[in-house]
C-alpha cells in the first residue's frame, strides 16, 4: 500500500522551499522567508506524526474486513478450480505464493541516468534502490546488502530530519534541516569538499565523529570562514565538530532535499537517544556497481539475495 508518512517526507521540502521561493520574491532575505515558511506551516512534527495517527487508524478499522473478504474469495476461487482441475489448481496456487512472497520483498534498481541531473555528484555506476514500491530502507536491511551484495561498490543511505542547532556557546538555539549518512556516503558520490574533508565513519563507532557543513549554510551561517573546519559547534545539545564543507554545487543524493548539514549515522544515538535499528523505513538508499558490472546482472542478483533476506 502507499507510504504516507514517506510521501509527506518527500512534499515537505519541496512544499517549503517553493514557500520560501514566493516569499523572497516579495523581496524578504532567504533566512527570513525560510523563517517565515517555517512558521506559516506550523509544527512540522506535529502534521507528521498526524498523517502517521490517521493512516494506522484507517488501516486498523479497514484491514479485518479486507482480510475477511478476501479470505472467503479465495476459499471459493480455489475450491471451483480444485473441482474443475486438481492437478493445474496445486500448481497454480503454488505459483501464485511463490510470485507474492518474491513479490512483497522485490527491489528496484533505477537506471543510473535517474541520478544524473544531481548537482555535484561525481561518481559512474550510481543507480536508486527501493524496497516495494519506492520505499526507502530500514538500516539493518541497508547493511545487510551492503555486505552481502558482491555486484555493488557501495551501498549508502541518507535520512533527512531536522535539530537543534547552535554555532557557539551561548549563542541562540534554532532549528536546522540535516541528514543522516551511512559509511561511504560522500565516496560513493564523489563529493568534492571546499574546506576540510568528509568523515566515514562505521555506524556502530561513536568517537570522533564530525559534521560537515553544506556551502550555502556555511556562507549564510559562518559567513564564508575559512577557520570554521575544527570549530565545535552544539547539534540537539551535544558538541560536535566540523571538518569539512562541500563543494558550492552538492545539496543531496537525493534532488528535493536541501539538508543545511551531514553527520554520519554513527551520531545518531548519542543526538537522539535511539539505536540506529530503531529508524525505521526512512533511510533513501544509492548504490554505485561494480566497474564492469551491467546494471541487469546487478538487479539479479539483487533478486536473489532477496530469498536469504526474507
Known sequence: RPDPAGDLDDELPDHLESATEALVDRGMSANAARAEALRRFGDVARVRGEVQRMDEGHMKETSRAIRIETFFYDLRHGARALRRSPGFAFVAALSIALGVAANATVFSVVNAVLLRPIPGVHSDGLMRMY????????????????????????????????????????????????????????????????????????????????????????????????????????????????????????????????????????????????????????????????????????????????????
Open 131 to 310: 524496497m516495494n514500491h519506492h520505499s526507502p530502507f530500514d538500516f539493518p536491511d541497508l547493511a545487510w546488502f551492503r555486505e552481502n551484495a558482491r555486484t555493488l561498490e557501495h551501498v549508502i543511505g541518507e535520512r533527512y530530519t531536522a535539530i537543534g542547532f547552535r554555532g557557539s556557546p551561548g549563542g541562540e538555539s534554532e532549528r536546522v534541516q540535516m541528514s543522516y549518512v551511512t559509511r561511504g556516503f560522500f565516496p560513493a558520490l564523489g563529493v568534492r569538499m571546499a574546506l576540510g574533508r568528509f568523515f566515514d565513519v562505521d555506524e556502530g563507532v561513536a568517537d570522533e565523529v564530525g559534521a560537515v557543513l553544506s556551502h550555502g549554510f556555511w556562507q549564510r551561517r559562518f559567513a564564508g570562514d575559512s577557520g570554521v573546519i575544527g570549530r565545535t559547534i552544539w547539534l540537539a545539545e551535544r558538541p560536535i565538530t566540523v571538518v569539512g564543507v562541500t563543494a558550492p554545487e552538492f545539496r543531496s543524493s537525493v534532488m528535493a532535499w536541501a539538508p543545511n548539514l551531514f553527520v554520519p549515522l554513527a551520531a545518531a544515538p548519542v543526538l537522539t537517544g535511539r539505536r540506529v535499528e530503531d529508524f525505521g523505513g526512512s533511510f533513501y538508499t544509492t548504490v554505485q556497481l561494480k566497474p564492469d558490472v551491467p546494471a541487469n546482472h546487478a538487479a539479479r542478483r539483487l533478486r536473489a539475495l532477496i530469498v536469504q533476506l526474507g
